[in-house]
């Protein structure tokens, strides 16, 4: 496995690769849920190469881009083990040379200003451009991302086909531990406390679906959903019962559903989504 940290080392190997190659973008501190990305990828092509960059553009003022964990060393071991070919690990001067400031950026319009996008105002247009830049700098075929983030994988399927860029954007189902806690690398700031209490999360959102399912209105479902988890120490963000396809609001006439939530369990920001069909 070639581990790549500049712009120059990525395009000499990319030159000389003359095969289908699959992208895994990632911020690092991987977890299974990541390595499964991979497996998945390695269907699909025939080398993977997985970026390590903590893109500092998505991050807010406030937010945990100083101290998000970054653990190279030991990412790229368990990427070897793997089988992927390549990892991507750009410094940010490589990826930004302009700086921030100046740098040309993307917008997806609507769909990035709300749910994460209303909360973390700037954070949809940073997760564009750096998937548009890794995709300009890499040339995948194919890119792989996790339906944990949800509203984040929408964004790049627009992105992609309005910029008709030539990639396959797939999503792979969200990987839980035994307990129904989404797979994160923010897991690691929960306190032991906390973890015992976040798959709550999860449960929520299994009994809001079985209620819509048995046709309990949506608004109701939602509150009794909210007031549980309130209930059970978390500080809701947004809770939400929303269109698969392009994430308005959820009417009574629509079948292919997903519950989208952010709460916060003390300081931890934890985002899940339940996609379902209503009959």
Known sequence: MRVLKSLEELRAWRAQVDATVALVP?????????LRLVDLAQ?????????IFVNPMQFGANEDFDSYPRTL???????AERGASAVFAPQVSDVYP????EQTYIEVPGISDILCGASRPGHFRGVATIVAK??????????????????QLQVIRLMTRDLSLPVEVIGMPTERAEDGLALSSRNGYLSAAERAQAPELYATMEQLKNAVQQGEAATTAVSAAAARLTATGFQ???LELRRQADLQPATDGDADLVILVAAFLGRTRLIDNLTFTRS
């Open 26 to 34: 990632t911020m690092g501190n991987l977890h299974e849920g990541h």
């Open 43 to 51: 269907q699909h092509a025939e080398h993977v190469v997985v970026s």
């Open 73 to 79: 060393d030991a990412d790229c071991a368990l990427l």
């Open 98 to 101: 302009r700086g921030l400031a």
């Open 134 to 151: 890794l995709f300009n700098m890499i040339q995948p075929q194919v890119a792989i991302f996790g339906q944990k983030d949800y509203q």
């Open 236 to 238: 809701i963000d947004y």
